[in-house]
């Protein structure tokens, strides 16, 4: 018997008064929370949605425009609230019916209390293995989407990557490049606008010693062999 904290609430649809009584009574031996039960499939769908129960005992034969099946149908496309099956004897036509809106169970009638307890239970399990897998498909499908998102930004930024590559004119005399409009441009200028790099202004030993040579700038040079100073 279930505990009176965490009572099912249980949505019993049937046609035939004394059965509909009879299963409502049974449900209640048993812990659940049965409200008074409903005769059409109309009905059925709007105490759904009203009530919201965890389960739906659904007679397949109904009486009235709409049958068991179509009502199942509209229940679990509109709700996600899982649905046994009643019935006392099924055609094949109809039992294919059934099958496609994949119920959780059938219950031949008559049955017995044990048997109507044991397809409730297995009916809130495989829901409650069902609502836990589909925690883990939406957790996925969220990793998955933060991961193309991530890819989409490291693509992006790769694109706005600049690369140098190809044959590169330089003039041989003051070292401008030549560009693909056919300017001529410092060539610190066209690394610069054709790449991530960036520049600081320096001089070099030999221009050091040619353009100042009463101030030594790099001591170290002056020590060293004239092997290393002409590399």
């Given at each position: ?42 009905d ?10 965890d ?50 169970g ?12 044991t ?8 829901a ?17 989407e ?7 930004q ?7 990557v ?11 005399a ?14 610190e ?12 202004h ?28 002409k590399?």
């Open positions: 018997m279930t505990d009176s904290s965490k009572k099912k609430t249980i949505l019993v649809v049937e046609d035939e008064s004394i059965i509909g009584m009879e299963i409502r009574s049974r449900l209640l031996n048993l812990g659940y929370e049965v409200p008074d039960f409903v005769r059409t499939g109309q059925a769908i709007a105490q759904a949605e009203a009530l919201q129960p389960l739906v005992l659904m007679d397949i034969f109904l009486k009235g425009s709409m049958d068991g099946v179509e009502a199942a149908t509209e229940i679990k496309s509109r709700l996600q609230i899982p649905v046994i099956y009643l019935t006392a004897n099924t055609d094949e036509q109809t039992f294919q019916r059934a099958k496609v809106t994949q119920p959780f059938y219950l031949l009638k008559p049955f017995e209390e044990r048997e109507l307890h397809s409730i239970e297995m009916a809130f399990y495989k409650g293995v069902e609502k836990e897998l589909q925690g883990y498909r939406e957790h996925l499908e969220k990793s998955l933060e991961r193309e998102k991530l890819i989409a490291l693509q992006e930024a790769l694109a706005k600049k690369t140098l590559s190809g044959l590169l004119p330089i003039c041989a003051c070292k401008k490049i030549r560009d693909d409009q056919g300017d001529w441009s410092q060539i200028t066209y690394i610069r606008d054709h790449s991530e790099a960036e520049f600081t320096l001089v070099c030993p030999d221009c050091a010693r040619r353009l100042y040579p009463d101030i030594k700038l790099y001591p170290d040079e002056e020590t060293s062999s004239p092997k290393k100073r590399r």
